[in-house]
């Protein structure tokens, strides 16, 4: 049975659907900064269930190693979106963007 204290002085904040949003970002900087995140870690956890090291990794995707070294240190600002998709799809997985209209009113074009 897990027991839960709270302390005065400590504030929890349940982070939201993007944890790029709560830390500040612009909401477009967060959404990019969310994406290229969710790629990164597929990418990661591809090498990894692979077993490869980080000289394995060079060969296959045909990058240099300190392109993979920042992949595998979650350097996020070293790689666009078109550039993770481009190695996810060499990998064998097809990168698929669900677009969710948020929108509460009919946008009228005429």
């Known amino acids: 049975m897990a027991i839960s204290q ?13 944890i ?4 500040g970002f612009s909401e477009d ?8 995140a969710d ?3 597929t990418l990661r956890s591809f090498i990894k269930a692979k077993g490869w090291t980080q000289k394995d990794a060079v060969k296959f995707f045909n990058e240099t ?5 920042c992949l595998m240190n979650g350097d996020i600002k070293r790689f666009s979106v ?3 998709s481009l190695m996810l799809s060499k990998a064998g997985m ?7 209209s948020n929108l509460t009113e009919k946008v009228d074009n005429e």
């Open 6 to 18: 709270s302390s005065p002085s400590t504030n929890v904040t349940l982070a939201q659907d993007n």
């Open 20 to 23: 790029f949003a709560d830390l």
């Open 29 to 36: 900087e967060a959404v990019n900064l969310k994406i290229r």
């Open 39 to 41: 790629l990164m870690l």
């Open 65 to 69: 190693q300190p392109r993979i070294s």
């Open 82 to 84: 078109d550039k993770l």
């Open 94 to 100: 097809e990168v698929k963007f669900e677009v969710i």
